[in-house]
């Protein structure tokens, strides 16, 4: 049995007849007798009353028009819930971010939400090497990385560009230097984050071009426990500016600029290449690229060709 049957079944109901049924359905009356008995030889039982004129229901039809009715019912659910998806009334986006990347998503969210206000996000706490994989097993529908995945299995749009940072405690005697060299730091106690990265590498190679040791004496797992530790007056360290905002804002931190250091990180903004996106994730889409054009850089979206 199919919907439009259980439909002409349920005219005949109401209307108490077929002829009635017919012009209600604009169909012609054997149209819908015949609907009904292929309907009746589908369930192996009589719906109606053979001898009533009035659409009499037997025991199976009875039974039969409360399902009918639940049924249409539901289509009637189904097809007011995917309109208010298609004008984002209701909907659901799952991001994933690690903690550093979630701070370039915190503004663009607080724009998206008030855009589109009825779609629930859940921003999903990944490592960084993970989220690839996430949205490959369309775990998450989209991530937030700041490296570029291998392969061609992703669309990659830069969405923020990052300058690494030197940051010092506000009584650190280079606090009142307005510049250093690299070779300025040889001297110095790094606070570094013991996770491997792009970062991490690119520091390493900056003092070994310069011929400079590189003193990292407590590595820390967290960007957070890194900020609070230098600004207890434990060292010195390199951080992604956008981590850093607030601390110097509040002067918890200073920034030191080192004349050497050009190192940049770039948010990329992925997702599958052959997906069909959600009306929530284009919704999205659609926000971080506005977003963009009206903060203006660092904020960015390029796709991965003019990156």
Same mark, same amino acid.
């Given at each position: ?32 007798? =015949? ?174 071009? =310069? ?5 990292? =004496? ?90």
């Amino acid at each position: 049995m199919d919907l439009a049957q259980l439909e002409t079944f349920l005219a005949v109901v109401e209307e108490r007849g077929f002829s009635r049924a017919a012009v209600r359905l604009r169909r012609t009356q054997p149209a819908v007798s =015949h609907v009904i008995r292929r309907l009746e030889d589908e369930i192996g039982e009589p719906l109606f009353e053979r001898s009533s004129r009035d659409g009499t229901l037997t025991a199976a039809g009875t039974l039969l028009c409360d399902y009918a009715r639940r049924l249409l019912k539901l289509r009637g659910e189904a097809s007011s819930a995917l309109e208010e998806l298609r004008s984002l009334e209701r909907g659901h986006l799952q991001l994933a971010a690690n903690e550093y990347t979630c701070l370039y998503l915190l503004p663009v969210l607080d724009e998206f939400r008030r855009r589109s206000p009825h779609i629930s996000v859940v921003a999903q706490r990944s490592l960084a090497s993970r989220i690839p994989d996430q949205i490959l097993d369309r775990s998450v529908e989209m991530g937030i990385v700041t490296f570029a995945p291998e392969g061609d299995h992703f669309v990659k749009i830069a969405v923020y560009t990052d300058p690494v940072v030197f940051v010092v405690n506000p009584k650190h005697p280079l606090a009142r230097e307005k510049e250093v060299a690299i070779r300025d730091l040889g001297a110095e106690s790094f606070i570094a984050h013991n996770v491997v990265s792009p970062l991490r590498r690119g520091v390493i190679d900056l003092f070994a071009k =310069h011929k400079t040791p590189l003193n990292m =004496h407590v590595e820390l797992p967290s960007l957070e426990a890194i900020k609070r530790f230098v600004a207890m007056g434990n060292g010195v360290a390199f951080a992604p500016g956008l981590s850093v905002q607030d601390e110097l804002k509040r002067g918890d931190l200073v920034q030191v600029h080192v004349t050497d250091l050009e190192i940049d990180r770039q948010l990329l903004l992925i997702h599958r290449r052959h997906a069909t996106l959600s009306h929530a994730a284009l919704a999205f889409l659609k926000t971080v690229q506005s977003f963009a054009k009206e903060r203006g850089t660092p904020f960015q979206y390029l796709p991965a060709t003019e990156v």
